[in-house]
């Protein structure tokens, strides 16, 4: 199935993830590949959405301008590689808050699906991610997930656990792999 939409969660799928956070614009560093593979979604005429936890806002680690900063970054460099964001959510609560869109609760997931018009249809959507978060979040949502091995946690440990959710789950090593089977299934 060639989805109308993908939603990519940010650290570790399109940038590489760091366990202390990525708190300023110079860290903010793309996976090889990883814009490249967006343009060629774009290009391909798929709605691209970003949906990513960021609780170094609430947890006060960076302000409001050093996140826009770096999404300014990040949104610059995938324009320049040819690729298009149309939608991002992110959730700025830490993991005590109890809020409804921190995944793995999937209401940035929902939200995506009405901004990009698809509330209807979230089987025609894929999301891409690198924990179990993203597929708690996504199946959640009644969104097929797709894994990519780019983040920083144990690859082999969040596939098991992502196959008790979705037992024909794809993974795949990064990003530019897994839109390269994505685009295959088009032609």
């Known amino acids: 199935m060639i989805p109308k939409a993908v939603l990519l969660d940010r650290d570790g799928v399109i940038n590489f993830d760091s366990p202390d956070y990525i708190l300023a614009p110079d860290q903010w560093q793309p996976i090889p590949g990883s814009l490249a593979a967006i343009a060629r979604l774009h290009a391909a005429g798929i ?9 170094g806002l609430g947890r006060g680690m960076m302000d409001q301008q050093a996140f826009n900063d770096i999404h300014g970054k990040m949104m610059l460099a995938i324009e320049q590689a040819g690729g298009f ?6 959730c700025p609560h830490g993991p005590d808050d109890q809020c409804d869109c921190r995944k793995p609760e999937p ?9 990009l018009a698809l509330s209807e249809q ?4 894929l999301f891409i991610g690198d924990s179990i978060r993203d597929v708690q979040a996504a199946h959640a ?3 097929p997930a797709m894994l990519v ?12 656990k992502a196959r008790v959710l979705q037992p024909d789950i794809e993974f795949y090593a990064d990003l530019a792999e897994a839109v390269v089977m994505i685009l295959a299934e088009k032609s």
């Open 141 to 143: 949502a009644h969104v």
């Open 47 to 55: 709605a691209v959405g970003i949906v990513s936890n960021q609780s």
């Open 122 to 125: 979230p089987e025609q959507v």
């Open 107 to 115: 209401g940035m997931v929902f939200d995506s699906l009405a901004a």
């Open 85 to 90: 964001i149309s939608h991002i959510a992110y």
């Open 149 to 160: 091995q780019s983040g920083y946690g144990d690859a082999d440990k969040i596939l098991q």
